[in-house]
């Protein structure tokens, strides 16, 4: 539990909590909706760049499998007719090679000129056959690349394998240069099926039309670009554009994995979808930034703010309205009770339109109505207090007047020299000073056991000798608080019922003991042992009329210090009756101090 030093207006209140429930769904509602919409678009965008990366493969790989298809009949042609002679003598070669160039140009790659550059045989022996008439001789081969190719398809014999422009085996001369770029490598080992036998390599090279009519027309986004690279890591295609500058961007491309489809998000800034190709193990890889594709989504946020900006505006409005509609009535009602605290209780309050505050608006008048009658009648019990007072001190003459003919009665036995006398009259004055003045509501057990001890002796003159009695009082117990006449009439009734019947006569024994924080009182007859089938009935409420006493006593005890404590009736041993009194300690200075 808090408490504000400064006290809050309920319109304040009202306002606040208004504001927090519908503002703050709406904020919450507006931030999950554009995460939402962000994720899902970025998962929309990202499957449809990976679908066009996949489509631009599966298209890219229909060609590459055309150039395969083409070199089949080699693969199956038991002679190749440019190897049927001999070829050690120049004619020999050139007649070769025209055989080859007529095989190429009008049995293999006849729907496919336009994209080769030019194709090569060679050897075992290193002849070469050339549709480039320039390039004749082993001599004039990059050594190197052929030596790479060459161990390359030996991983994979029996495919056509793909190669960079930078593992050209035949390059052209600067001097020969055309518009028509080099290109990608395709290579195949040629083994006469027959006997196993190696009859050379072959090696297609394409011209960069090759990959521009397929590649050229695909669009990654306003902004984005496709690159596309071998298993090595050298670029067979790449399209112009700034990103496949950034080296950052090139360093993620080569980590990315070597087999299988996928898409990667690069620092938050841009996405890479890649797919790897069965056929050449190129991968191809689509580059686009974050800020085009969610071009869109931040349309989508704008009108979200938008929303919630006018839907922030109604719910302040709305809210105000109904913090004003709940909080004016209860304003109302509060100053209203301000004004009749100090004393004005005839304002009364006009019902409102809300029930719940209109059902306090009634309660409010009804309570100043009972507050007038109660004032009505404070003043009539206060006028009828004062008369009783004055009553009160006018028949104060009479105990007076009873008080004083005692004394005398007192002082003319004690001058005849009338010693039982006296000691009557002034156990009968105590007696009578202590009941009539005994409307104080607590007395001290001292002065409570004086009283009875006062009673005792009044009664031993009745009876003669035949009343004995002793008190013994536990000096820890004498400033216990008590109620005034709670002990007179258990001990009346040890007299009347225990002693009195009997010739002989009795004893009454009283004892008071403190133990802890209770107060023990026993009242001890002799005489008749008490009916043990009627003990537990005495102090019911529905007893037969007798022993009326013990069951007054039982209540006032039980009334002023609760239910766990009262009075207990046993037969006491040899003999008689015993009454035992709890009740809790608590000092006549305690009591006081307490109110």
Known sequence: MF????????????????????????????????????????????????????????????????????????????????????????????????????????????????HIRAVYFVTPERIVLSTDNTYQWSKQMDEANYRYIVQEIGKRPLKMNWFSDRRVVFRANSGFETSVRDSVVAARRLIDSNFSELRGHLFVQLNDRFLTDSLANVHIGSTGALLVTDPRGDVIYRQDSALLQNQLIREAVKSLPSQGIGTVKLQGKWLLSYAISDISGWKMTAVVPMSELLGANQKILQYLLIMAVLGTVIFIIISVMLATALSKPVIQLARLMSYSSIGHLHVRDIQGSVHEIGILQRNFNRLMDRIGQLMQENERKEKEKREALLQALQMQIHPHFLYNTLDTMYWMS??????????????????????????????????????????????????????????????????????????????????????????????????????????????????????????????????????????????????????????????????????????????????????
């Open 3 to 114: 408490s504000l030093s400064k006290p809050i207006s309920i319109r304040t209140l009202l306002l606040a909590v208004f504001l927090l429930l519908m503002i703050f769904p709406m904020v919450v509602i507006t931030f999950v909706t554009y995460k939402k919409e962000n994720q899902i678009f970025q998962s929309q965008v990202s499957q449809y760049l990976a679908q066009t990366v996949e489509q631009t493969g599966r298209a890219l790989d229909a060609n590459l499998t055309e150039i395969d298809r083409l070199t089949w009949p080699l693969l199956y042609q038991r002679q190749l007719d440019f190897l049927e002679a001999p070829l050690h003598t120049p004619y020999q070669l050139q007649e070769a090679n025209r055989k080859f160039q007529q095989m190429v140009y009008f049995d293999l790659f006849r729907g496919q000129l336009d």
């Open 414 to 595: 004690k001058k005849h020299q009338a010693e039982p006398l006296s000691k009557l009259v002034a156990a009968l004055g105590k007696f009578f000073r202590f009941t009539l003045n005994s409307g104080q509501e607590w007395t001290t057990l001292d002065k409570e056991l004086e009283h009875v001890e006062n009673y005792l002796q009044i009664q031993s003159y009745r009876y003669r000798d035949r009343l004995q009695h002793e008190i013994e009082l536990d000096p820890l117990a004498k400033d216990a608080s008590i109620i005034p006449l709670l002990l007179q009439p258990l001990v009346e009734n040890a007299v009347e019922h225990g002693i009195s019947n009997i010739p002989e006569g009795g004893k009454v024994t009283i004892t008071a003991r403190r133990e802890g924080e209770q107060v023990i009182i026993q009242i001890m007859n002799t005489g008749n042992a008490v009916d043990e089938k009627r003990v537990a009935g005495l102090l019911r409420d529905d007893s037969p009329s007798g022993h009326v006493g013990l069951r007054n006593v039982q209540h006032r005890i039980q009334l002023a210090f609760g239910p766990e404590y009262g009075l207990m009736v046993e037969a006491g041993t040899p003999g008689g009756t015993t009454v035992t009194v709890n009740i809790p300690y608590q000092s006549m200075a305690e009591k006081e101090a307490a109110g």
